[in-house]
């Protein structure tokens, strides 16, 4: 069995079945890739599932080579929650794993220009009405963004650092200090429009845990001229 359906069958046990005949993975960035040939349809629902090429400890300490978080994006109100996390060894054996009870997974808002908005634009749009309603809901958002301009100032980006800062919900170990690049858009006043990561720090629960910190220290600070820039990007490091 390739490694990739090796993978997607132990990740599914007991879920629904799922089509594995062309595992094929589209890449996201150096690490990532997501499976759109395996996409689980449940009413509004979509679940696909992420892969990333990474080593280290899972919390009860054993060792893996790779993970798999399966996600599922609500195509009628354009979230993403992620369901379940799976780590495999090199030869795509699971050495562990969790589901997330349903009680538990943290509905988070998919913005534009992001890679959550081009999967979503994929397993959403085969849905009647759910690709209006995304289309619609990010050309709302690209209005509200075309009304803002100017730059931010020279000690802008340390000010809505000290505001997000404290959001930053992680406790894991990091090897050195990498930094996680946030490319951020604003209205006017402030209000977020869209934060992507536009650099990755190589650990993903970083790179989550700033990206919703982002999003919860929502609206951002208003600049020196009384207005919010309209784009900038932002780096943080965990040991900060």
Request: aromatic residues 6%; positive net charge; hydrophobic residues 35%.
């Amino acid at each position: 069995m390739k490694l990739a359906a090796k993978i997607i069958t132990a990740l599914t046990v007991g879920a629904a079945s799922i089509s594995i005949a062309h595992a094929g993975w589209e890449t996201i960035d150096a690490t990532r890739s997501w499976n759109p040939d395996s996409v689980q349809v449940n009413g509004h629902n979509r679940t696909f599932f992420i892969k990333q090429t990474k080593s280290g400890k899972t919390p009860k300490g054993k060792r893996y080579a790779m993970t798999m978080v399966a996600q599922t994006i609500d195509c009628s109100s354009f979230s993403i929650r992620v369901k379940s996390v799976a780590f495999f060894d090199g030869q795509g054996n699971r050495v562990d794993g969790v589901e997330i009870p349903l009680y538990a997974q943290r509905e988070e808002t998919i913005f534009p220009d992001t890679i959550g908005e081009d999967i979503a634009q994929t397993v959403c749009g085969q849905s009647d009405g759910n690709a209006a309603t995304s289309t619609q809901r990010r050309s709302e958002l690209v209005h509200l963004q075309a009304l803002t301009g100017g730059k931010a100032s020279p000690g802008y980006a340390d000010r809505v650092r000290r505001r997000v800062q404290p959001n930053i919900a992680f406790t894991g170990d990091v090897e050195g200090n990498p930094s996680a690049v946030v490319t951020v858009s604003l209205a006017s006043d402030g209000s977020l429009l869209s934060a992507r990561l536009s650099k990755s720090s190589g650990d993903s629960a970083w790179d989550n845990a700033v990206l919703r910190a982002v999003e919860r220290s929502d609206p951002l600070p208003r600049d020196e001229s009384g207005k919010a820039p309209s784009n900038f990007t932002i780096t943080f490091r965990p040991k900060d």
